[in-house]
């Protein structure tokens, strides 16, 4: 039996590779530059690394989960695919006019202006049809109108047609004809239909969604059969999942026909990795905080679970689909620091990525980064990057820092990195305060887990300035969204819109809805050879009270029989979760059902790190000498640096002191103290500052 699974999550500046043994529980990693030109160069080399440290062939691998950003950097740049359009006639105009809103920065920035519609006005076509808002057809599909708009996508060469009809979800019967007559008409071009993507109300989401699915498409089928078919040059017949960005995985060969689910696709497995060890170490409040080398992305855990939404979004492009709600904000190890007009130093949201890279690299970078105030402060080892296999260069560093920063504000470089650091800590504290506290989260009941490369340096100045309880430093924390990736399940997500008065809710209408749901996830997670001992069922729905214009997501236990007791039970917790999310309810009023939800999952063999034998290991045991490190508190301290692999369950550390492993450093700062777990965690904790 195969029992290994890898990981690989390709970021902006790093391509993570992680493998996991799921019967002992071991696990190797390897860190190796991302190649932007050809992303399935990094990918296939940080493969053929994990599998020499693991002395393993890649026959004795179960299944690749790959994560990316493709999707969502083909948006930024507007590098998707060149799509048609095919609306009710009178509806062309659904993507200019949005919601009749600019966007937030307009109100300070009369030049702002929210991002062009996807597709091009003369690629958006009006068909003749009409189906009404009890989904009865009003008037039939007048064929010549799509045949017209066809000929249109043919003469302009499109690469994807997107059909969103007026009230499409309550009855495709239009849309699918459509997909019928394209296929016949243009075979070889993909066709995304609204009713299949997002069948759900609100027209703009609903079409700006579908038109995402269509642009990002054949973008990532491109990629994902050129890495296919390189794998299998390579390798023969190897098994790739794709991780989506509500948490779950699908296979890569229906990729490109649910392309809008992959954007943040990466960054969701932080989240996923953030729950397995809020669940090991039975911290069941948890903030994922993820520092790469260009972003600092943030992950709510409330009971275990990654908290989610379907409001997501990226450029002022809103995506209706279930995903892992993050926050992403641009704070990483390779974020340029910068002096402005008026003399004020920033940090970010410009990033120096792998290309140049920061400075300290040498790749031919020269603006300072945050990774050149860590190196210029002591805190990254020049000679231990990376392992070793990225040396650094500190006199690039101080070059850096002093001509951009220091001489143009008058201050120190030793001044000028600390005050980098202190403005990206604040940076990364605003961030996951504002996420928190408007979802009506206390900071002080979270622990705080540090993932990617640069996190652990700064995770507990951050925590301090919240008062939160913790943070936890997990093994591999440099690789650790690639872990969230391994440890991830197979999920599918379906949805109805089901707009009714809680008082006009017909009980075995309700249930019926949910049953039919049930039966197409069922047939769909056949097609991923799920055994039905492994699959798991949830429900859900999007509730508002009445008069709102948006609505909660409400867990709901799936039940056999509804009667009008369950149907008021579920509308009385409705009251609590508003209670909680916005400090206030209106239990007299009447709740509005807006959508239900069915989310089914594919439960993989469950993984655990291995358990380590508690052995004390004094602070000073298996150093690595000590080395200056600059503190603002207290300036520059001869600071003790261990090696995370000799450290041992039990072992306990006093800050100062650094703890240095191959793909991340963590630092341990005066008036702090951690231990290490029986997983191999270290839990830093510390004194609270009296005035945060």
């Known amino acids: 039996m195969k029992t290994l699974r890898i990981g690989i999550d390709v970021g902006g500046t790093f391509t993570d590779v992680v493998m996991v043994d799921e019967l002992t529980g071991r696990f190797h990693y390897t860190k190796t530059p991302t190649t932007h030109k050809d992303l399935t160069l990094g990918v296939l080399k940080g493969l053929e ?106 003469n302009n060469k499109v ?21 019928e007559i394209c296929k016949n008409e243009l075979p070889d071009i993909p066709v995304s239909l609204s009713s299949e993507i997002c069948p759900e109300f609100r027209e703009y989401e609903r079409t700006c969604t579908t038109v995402m699915n269509g642009y990002l498409g054949p973008v990532i089928k491109k990629y994902m059969d050129k890495l ?18 509500s948490g779950g995985t699908m296979s890569a060969h229906v990729a490109g026909d649910h392309a809008a689910h992959l954007i943040n696709s990466g960054p969701a497995g932080g989240a996923i990795a953030t729950a397995f060890i809020s669940t090991l170490t039975g911290n069941e409040m948890a903030i994922g905080a993820d520092m790469g080398g260009t972003t600092f992305d943030i992950s ?49 949201p410009q990033s120096a990525g792998s290309s140049p890279g920061p400075a300290c690299y040498g790749w031919g970078g020269v603006l300072p980064t945050v990774s050149d105030a860590n190196l210029i402060l002591g805190r990254l080892n020049p000679e231990y990057f990376l392992g070793g296999k990225l040396p650094l260069f500190a006199q690039n560093a101080e070059e ?61 100045d951050i925590a301090r300035d919240l008062s939160m309880a913790r943070v936890i430093v997990p093994p591999m924390s440099g690789n650790f969204s690639a872990v969230g990736f391994v440890v991830a399940d197979i999920q599918h997500d379906f949805v109805r819109t089901f707009i009714r008065k809680d008082y006009q809710v017909i009980p075995h209408e309700f249930l019926n809805t949910f049953l039919a749901m049930e039966k197409e996830a069922l047939l769909e997670i056949k097609k991923d050879d799920v055994a039905e001992q492994d699959i798991e069922l949830t429900w859900s729905a999007d509730l508002r009270y009445e008069g709102q214009s948006w609505e909660l997501n409400a867990p709901i236990e799936p039940i056999k029989v509804v009667d009008a007791d369950d149907i008021k039970k579920i509308a009385l917790d409705f009251h609590g979760l508003h209670q909680q999310v916005y400090s206030y309810s209106e239990p007299q009023e009447v709740v509005e059902f807006v959508n239900l939800r069915v989310r089914i999952k594919g439960k993989n063999r469950p993984v655990s790190f291995a358990l380590e034998k508690a052995e004390l290991t004094l602070m000073d045991k298996d150093g690595k000498g000590k080395r ?29 002191c650094m703890i240095e492993e191959t793909i991340s450093t963590t630092l341990v700062p005066p008036d702090a103290f951690g231990i290490v777990d029986a997983f191999g965690n270290i839990i830093i904790e510390f004194e609270h500052d009296p005035h945060s």
């Open 228 to 245: 296919i078919d390189r794998l299998e040059q390579k390798y023969g017949n190897v098994t790739l999942h794709i991780m989506q960005s």
């Open 49 to 154: 690394e994990i599998l020499s440290i693991g002395s393993v062939a890649m026959e004795d691998v179960d299944y690749i989960i790959h994560g990316t950003t493709i999707g969502t950097n083909a948006i930024i740049e507007g590098t998707g695919a060149k799509v048609g359009l095919i609306t009710t006639a009178g509806f062309e105009d659904v993507l200019e006019i949005r919601r009749v809103a600019r966007p937030k920065e307009a109100a300070f920035d009369f030049g702002s202006d929210n991002p062009l519609p996807l597709v091009p006005r003369f690629l958006r076509k009006g068909v003749i049809e009409r189906v009404n808002s009890k989904g009865e057809i009003y008037t039939p599909l007048d064929e010549d109108s799509v045949l017209f708009a066809i000929r249109v996508f043919k």
């Open 400 to 460: 850096s820092i002093k001509k951009y920063i220091a001489d143009k504000i008058n201050i120190s470089v030793e001044e000028a990195a600390a005050g980098i650091l202190r403005i990206v800590n604040a940076n990364m504290a605003k961030g996951i305060s504002k996420n928190c506290v408007e979802r009506g989260y206390d900071l002080r009941e979270f622990s705080l887990v540090a993932m990617g490369g640069a996190a652990a340096l700064h995770a507990v």
């Open 300 to 348: 709510i855990i409330d009971k275990h679970l990654p908290k989610t939404t379907t409001w997501g979004g990226v450029s002022n492009y809103p995506i209706k689909l279930p995903m892992v709600d993050l926050k992403t904000i641009g704070a990483g190890g390779g974020s340029i620091a910068w002096v402005d007009v008026a003399g004020a130093l920033n940090v970010g």
């Open 628 to 656: 200056d490190v600059y503190f603002e508190s207290i300036g520059w301290e001869k600071t003790p640096v261990l090696d995370r692999k000799y450290l041992s369950t039990g072992s306990k550390i006093t800050g100062p």
């Open 159 to 179: 690469d994807a047609i997107v059909v969103s009809l007026l009230f499409a979800f309550l009855n495709p019967f239009h849309e699918k004809r459509i997909l």
